[in-house]
């Protein structure tokens, strides 16, 4: 059975083939609200907002995805050197592999030699709750990256598919809650791209959750990924979809907003989408797969696309009239 360095190698191989990324176009039936007399100039949009008490530039976060392999440190380096540079926030991949293996962890800590200032989320999965994980050690892995928040990933389907997955869900909600009350950063809670439905978003904000990610189907496909590693056609093909559309889950996880912020995620793929998934009720958009290909090349690459995305979403905010985010 792979190792945790391994099976993240094989995560990123998969990842970049095109069949792990949704089929069909999200956001297809949303309109943005045109206007032919937006009444503002292109110069007065300003898409700045505020995450975890620091400005960003635009309500972009990079998604979690690596570290603790080869390669994560590369590029978790280009992530972070350009996102310092756009001013955007990122997410880290899931720090377990640091825990147990003390020599990866500069492929986290790179993060903050090249963006002391940005937002940034240290990650675990929920269920190590259940497997011997705790508040202890999700303190070090915020303390690892000097993060601004923790991302808590909650992926039944992906490990329920995974060859070595880690299956108990039960009773996690009590040792999240505990971990919120002692943990010294707020927590958000991510899906990885099967959807945070609302019964569980709903016990979530109701014990002190700060954000919800939705990470929805439409992007990348954990469920066909560890499929694929399990070399079973069936179950790949049964589990490519399987879950809640991002379109479709926002505005029905926009009254969460009350209590908690709202990151709409799972095939975020412009920021035309991202401005759609905030008139539907999202605070920030995060996306993960677009940004892995560039960082694996080099920042100048990941620089580029990250500046598109805060120059499309200006133009967009002119076409509909909006100066302002809020
Ligand atoms: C290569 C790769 C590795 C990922 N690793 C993690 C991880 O370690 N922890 C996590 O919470 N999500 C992880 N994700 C999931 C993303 O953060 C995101 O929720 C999901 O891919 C949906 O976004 P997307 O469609 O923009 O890729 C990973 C995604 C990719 C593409």
Known sequence: MADISQRKQQHLELAL????????ELFSDVQLPYKALPEI????????VELLGKKIKQPLIIGSMTGGVEHGKLINANLATAAAECGV??????????????????TYTVVRKFAPEIV?????????????????????????????????????????????????????????????????????VKEVGSGIDVDAAQKLVEIGVSGIDVAGVGGTSWTWIEGKRLKNENLTKWFADFGYRTDELIPKLAMVK???????????????????????????????????????ESAEHTIALIKDWEKGLRIAMFGCGMEKWY
């Open 258 to 296: 009350q209590k908690a912020k709202l990151v709409a995620s799972g095939g975020i793929r412009s920021p035309i989408q991202g401005l759609k998934a905030h008139l539907l009720g999202a605070d920030y958009y995060s996306a993960a797969w677009p940004f892995l290909r560039p960082a694996m």
């Open 89 to 106: 926030a990122m997410g880290v991949g899931s720090q377990r592999a640091a825990l147990v293996k003390d020599e990866v962890r500069e």
């Open 17 to 24: 083939q095109n069949e792990s990324q949704g089929r069909g």
């Open 120 to 188: 940034v989320f240290a990650n675990m999965g929920a269920v190590q709750l259940n497997y011997g994980r705790g508040v202890e050690d999700c303190k070090q892995i915020v303390d690892m990256v000097n993060a601004d928040g923790l991302y808590l990933h909650v992926n039944p389907m992906q490990e329920a598919l995974q060859p070595e997955g880690d299956t108990n869900f039960r009773l996690l909600i009590p040792k999240i809650e505990k971990l919120i009350k002692e943990i010294q950063v707020p927590v958000f």
């Open 41 to 48: 100039g292109l110069n007065d949009v300003s898409t700045e």
